[in-house]
C-alpha cells in the first residue's frame, strides 16, 4: 500500500517526498480508517485524499462548500493526469449527465460534490450503484455553529456515514482549535478517527507588523519595494475602505480589485477569477475573501486593519506563499485600530459569555501586535506549537525591538487621563500632554493641569504608541460610550503608584522600511533572470489556450527549478518536482525549447 501511495505520489504529481503527516494520513485511508486532518493552509491537505482515492478501488467523493473554485481543483487534477469531475449548480444539465454517466461506468478516481449536492436522493441513488473509494470533507469547520463559516448542510453529512458505514472517510480543516476539533468529531461521528494535526508553523512567510501612520502610504511603499508583479491580498475592514483603498491602488498603477460582501455576485466571482487566473493582480477585501482560495503563488497578505483574533490573522495570513516559496504577511496598525474594534465588540448584540471570549480574542492579536519577542513564537503558542529558537523571519528577529523603560511616560499619560476626568481621547490628551495651546484645552481650564506640557520629551507619535500599548496591555480601556474616551482600569494602579515599572516598546523612527533581501532558500529562483519571465510567458499562453490558471500547468516553485537547474534533456526535466508523467508528456518539450534557446544564446 505505502509503495503504490508513493508510486502515485512520484508519477503523477512529480514529488519525491511525503510532508510531515501526509503518509500516515493516506495510509490509515487507504486501508479502509478514518482521519481527521488538521493542517494549516498550504500544508498539504488535498494530497491526503487524493492519493487514497486514486490508490483504492472506485471514486472518491469529495464535500467542499466551496463550488466557485471545484473547476479549478479539478482542472489542475486533470492537468496531472488524474480522472476527476465535479457535480454542482453551475453544470449545465446536460454536463451534469455527462459526469453522472462518467461517475457510473467507473471512470472517475475523484468527484468533488458542494453538500446540498450530494444529499440530494438524485445523488445517493448514484452513489448506491457504484462503488466509493472514500469520503472527504473538506473545510471540515463548516460543521461548527460556532464558526464564521456554519454551513447548516455540513451537520447533515452524518447521514453519508449512516448509508455507507464501511467507507473510509476524512475531514480536513485548517481550523485547529480544541472546540472547534471536538465539534467535527462529534457531528461527523468521527470518534475513531486517526488524528493528525500537523506542524502550525509556515517557515517561509516572513510575518511582520508596524505602527499605522498614513497606513495606504505604507502599503504604498511595501508593495513598490518588495512585490511588483506579484499577486497577493490587502485585507481592510470595511467595505468603503475596500473600494477606496483599491482604487487608489489603481491609480498607482496597481492591478487592484475589490472584493467584499456588498458586491454583487457576478462582480465577487469575475474579481475572484482574474485574481486566480490572471498574473500580479491585487485583490482588496474584507474578509468575505480567501476561505478556499487556493491559489499557491499569493506572495504577500497585508492587513491594514487589526484582524480580530490571531485564529483569523493566521487564517488570512496563511494564504501566502502555499507554494513554499518566500511570502510575506505585512501589517500596520494603531490606536485607532483597538479603539474601533473596542467599540464594535462592545456594541455588538451578542451576549456577555460570547463578548468576554472576544474580548479575549482581541487581546491576543493584541499582544501578539506589541509583542518584543520573535512573533512566530506568539503564534504558535497560540496553537500549542513551539519553536526550539526565535525564528530568524519575523521582524522582530530581523530587527530586535528596543525596549526602554515606559514607567513615567507611562504615569504622565495615566494621570493625565485621570486629571482630565477620564473623559477625552487620546488627541486630546496627547494636546495636554504637550502643553497645545488648544482652543478646548483652555475652554475648561486643562492648561492649569499638573500634567499640562509635561510631555515634552516625547512627540505626538511616541505618546501614541504609549497610549496604544497602555490600551493594549490593558490599562486603559475605551470608553464606547464616550466616543472613544479613555478610562483607567484596576490594573494602572501599581503603575500610577510606582510599584509597578512598565516596559515598553520603542517606536520605530524610519520613515522607509527597510528593504529586506528575498530569501535565497531552496527553489526560489532568480525572478531578475530573462529566462523566469520566458517560462512564464510560456505558461500564460498554454493556460489561456486551455482555459486554466497558469499554476495547475506548472507551479512557481517549479519554474524556479527551471530557473535554477536549466536542465536539457528530458530525464532531468522529469526530475523536477512538480512533474509528473502526464505533464512531462505534454510539457517537457515546450519548456525544453525555451530552456535550451536561453541556453544556447549564452544564458541571456
Ligand atoms: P492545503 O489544502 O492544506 O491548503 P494543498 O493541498 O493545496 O494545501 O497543498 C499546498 C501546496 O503544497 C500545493 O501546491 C501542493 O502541490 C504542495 N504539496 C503538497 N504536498 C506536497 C509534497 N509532498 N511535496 C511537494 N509539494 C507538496
Ligand atoms: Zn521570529
Given amino acids: 500500500m505505502r509503495d503504490a501511495s508513493r508510486e502515485v505520489l512520484r508519477a503523477i504529481f512529480g514529488f519525491d517526498t511525503f510532508r510531515t503527516g501526509q503518509e500516515a494520513v493516506i495510509s490509515e485511508i487507504v486501508s479502509g480508517g478514518d482521519a481527521l486532518v488538521l493542517m494549516p493552509t498550504g500544508g498539504g491537505k488535498s494530497l491526503c485524499y487524493q ?59 475523484l468527484l468533488y460534490a458542494a453538500p446540498e449536492r450530494l444529499l440530494m436522493d438524485r445523488t445517493l441513488s448514484l452513489l448506491d450503484r457504484i462503488q466509493i473509494a472514500l469520503f472527504a470533507i473538506d473545510e471540515a469547520h463548516c460543521v461548527s455553529q460556532w464558526g464564521h463559516d456554519f454551513r447548516p448542510e455540513y451537520l447533515r453529512l452524518s447521514a453519508l456515514h449512516e448509508r455507507y458505514p464501511d467507507v473510509p472517510r476524512i475531514a480536513l480543516t485548517a481550523t485547529a482549535d480544541a472546540p472547534t476539533r471536538s ?23 516572513r510575518y511582520r507588523v508596524s505602527d499605522k501612520q498614513k497606513g495606504r502610504e505604507q502599503l504604498l511603499r ?58 500580479g493582480v491585487v485583490v482588496v477585501a474584507t474578509i468575505a475573501f480567501g476561505m ?17 483574533s490571531l485564529e483569523a490573522y493566521y487564517q488570512e495570513t496563511g494564504r ?9 504577511a505585512w501589517m500596520v496598525y494603531g490606536l485607532q485600530d483597538v479603539i474601533l474594534l473596542r467599540r464594535m465588540l462592545e456594541e455588538s448584540q451578542a451576549d456577555e459569555t460570547h463578548k468576554r471570549i472576544e474580548r479575549h480574542k482581541l487581546e491576543g492579536i493584541l499582544g501578539y501586535c506589541e509583542v518584543t519577542t520573535c512573533r512566530r513564537e506568539v503564534l504558535l503558542a497560540h496553537f500549542g506549537d513551539t519553536l526550539a529558537e526565535p525564528c530568524g523571519n519575523c521582524d522582530t528577529c530581523l530587527e530586535p525591538v ?12 495615566l494621570s493625565c487621563v485621570y486629571r482630565t476626568g477620564q473623559r477625552f481621547g487620546v488627541n486630546y490628551l496627547i494636546g495636554v500632554l504637550l502643553g497645545k495651546e488648544d482652543e478646548r484645552i483652555l475652554r475648561f481650564g486643562h492648561h492649569r493641569l499638573k500634567t499640562y506640557g509635561v510631555g515634552q520629551e516625547l512627540d505626538q507619535s511616541q505618546w501614541r504608541a504609549v497610549f496604544r500599548q497602555l490600551v493594549a496591555r490593558g490599562l ?44 535565497t532558500g531552496a527553489f526560489e529562483g532568480d525572478r531578475s533572470s ?46 523536477l518536482s512538480g512533474v509528473g508523467h502526464t505533464k512531462l508528456s505534454r510539457y517537457a518539450n515546450a519548456f525544453l525549447d525555451v530552456i535550451r534557446g536561453y541556453a544556447e544564446a549564452g544564458g541571456n
Avoid at 320 to 328: E, V
Avoid at 402 to 413: H, L, M, P, R
Wanted: aromatic residues 6%.
Fill in 476 to 519: 486603559l480601556t475605551v470608553d464606547i460610550e464616550g466616543h472613544g474616551s479613555l478610562k483607567l482600569t484596576q490594573t494602572a494602579e501599581p503603575v500610577l503608584s510606582g510599584e509597578r515599572r512598565l516596559e515598553l516598546r520603542r517606536l520605530r523612527q524610519r520613515t522607509r522600511e527597510r528593504k529586506p533581501k528575498r530569501q
Fill in 222 to 279: 511595501f508593495l513598490e519595494d518588495e512585490h511588483r508583479g506579484d499577486a497577493g491580498i490587502v485585507y481592510c475592514l470595511s467595505r468603503r475602505k475596500v473600494e477606496s483603498i483599491a482604487k487608489w491602488l489603481r491609480s498607482k498603477g496597481w492591478t487592484a480589485l475589490p472584493y467584499h460582501a456588498g458586491m454583487t455576485k457576478e462582480e465577487r466571482e469575475s474579481n475572484q477569477r482574474r485574481f486566480i487566473r490572471d498574473d
Fill in 292 to 308: 478556499g482560495i487556493d491559489k499557491p503563488d499569493v506572495r504577500f497578505v497585508a492587513h491594514l486593519d487589526l484582524p480580530r
Fill in 183 to 205: 465539534e467535527i468529531v462529534e457531528r461527523l461521528a468521527l470518534g475513531g478517527a486517526r488524528i493528525h494535526i500537523g506542524a502550525f508553523d509556515r517557515p517561509n512567510i
Fill in 402 to 413: 528596543e525596549i526602554w523603560d515606559g514607567t513615567e511616560a507611562a504615569q504622565k499619560a
Fill in 320 to 328: 501566502a506563499g502555499r507554494d513554499g516559496l518566500s511570502a510575506n
Fill in 530 to 575: 530573462p529566462l523566469w519571465h520566458t517560462l512564464r510567458q510560456l505558461r500564460k499562453e498554454l493556460a489561456n489556450k486551455q482555459g486554466v490558471p497558469p499554476y495547475v500547468i506548472f507551479h512557481d516553485s517549479t519554474l524556479a527549478q527551471m530557473v535554477d537547474k536549466q536542465p536539457l534533456t528530458r530525464d532531468s526535466f522529469a526530475s
Fill in 51 to 109: 492519493i487514497p482515492a486514486i490508490v483504492r478501488p472506485g471514486t472518491g467523493i469529495v464535500v467542499s462548500p466551496l463550488i466557485a473554485l471545484m473547476k479549478d481543483q479539478v482542472d489542475a487534477l486533470r492537468q496531472a493526469g488524474v480522472r476527476a469531475a465535479f457535480l454542482n449548480s453551475t453544470l449545465e444539465p446536460h454536463e451534469a449527465r455527462q459526469v453522472e454517466r462518467k461517475l457510473l461506468d467507473g471512470e472517475l478516481d
